[in-house]
């Protein structure tokens, strides 16, 4: 239950392509969603992050799909570059414990 | 967004030293700031919580004597690994959490144990 599922692990998507991340969860005291991009050698940087009562969000080329009822959520990077080539990690907040649970990752590769 | 630092990014050090990682938050006050392990192609793995003026509330399998935490102010936390051996060598990233949920990693540090 103190699991986030992520997938896929690997991901290769062609330059101008539409890169998808899913995540699901279990625990109902997850309230808050961050996504994190982290490149090689550098601490994993906010991409943007929702709220279980908002259904989408979207900031430039990144947005994050909610679903409530069926506990998963995902990014979705519109117009993939190859400087988007990186790990991202999504994460839960959990409000019960007061820390973040964070999936396994997941290799985006964008092909110029 | 916040700025979190950490001191220093990369040390290397003999079996049986103790090194000590700095993890500051710069233009805001954070309450809570956590520690994280990270193995390679692996996620990362919470070592500690650290709340300004208490003690540290480790996660489970963490060797609170090895790994000393210490929150003396709302903008510093410092890891000392004691007696490092080569099993500790890895990535070691600290974040500051700003009210309310909202998360800030350092850009972490590599520790080699020879």
């Known amino acids: 239950q103190q699991q986030v599922k992520q997938s896929p692990q690997s991901l290769i998507v062609q330059k101008g392509g539409i890169s998808i991340i899913n995540c699901a969860y279990e625990?109902?005291?997850?309230?808050?969603f961050p996504w994190y991009q982290q490149f090689p050698g550098k601490g994993p940087a906010l991409l943007i992050a929702?709220?279980?009562?908002?259904s989408e969000k979207k900031e430039g080329r990144f947005t994050i799909s909610f679903n409530k009822s069926a506990k998963q959520f995902s990014l979705h990077i519109m117009d993939s570059q190859p400087g988007d080539s990186a790990t991202y990690f999504c994460?839960?907040?959990?409000?019960?414990?007061?820390?973040?649970?964070f999936g396994t990752g997941t290799r985006l590769k964008v092909l110029a | 967004g916040a700025v979190v630092s950490q001191h220093p990014s990369w040390v290397i050090c003999k079996s049986g030293t103790s090194v000590k990682i700095e993890c500051r938050s710069l233009?805001?006050?954070?309450?809570?700031m956590f520690w994280y392990r990270q193995f390679p192609k692996q996620s990362l793995m919470l070592m500690a919580t650290?709340?300004?003026?208490?003690?540290?509330?480790?996660e489970q399998g963490v060797e609170k004597d090895k790994f000393l935490i210490n929150h003396a102010s709302l903008t510093l936390s410092t890891l000392t690994v004691t007696s490092a051996h080569p099993e500790d060598s890895s990535f070691y990233i600290c974040?500051?959490?700003?009210?309310?949920?909202?998360?800030?990693f350092g850009p972490g540090t590599r520790l080699t144990v020879l």
């Open positions: 974040s500051a959490r700003d009210d309310p949920e909202e998360q800030f």
């Open positions: 625990n109902t005291a997850f309230d808050y």
């Open positions: 929702i709220r279980p009562d908002v």
């Open positions: 994460a839960a907040w959990d409000s019960g414990t007061y820390k973040y649970i």
């Open positions: 233009d805001f006050q954070a309450t809570t």
């Open positions: 650290s709340n300004e003026g208490s003690k540290a509330t480790y």
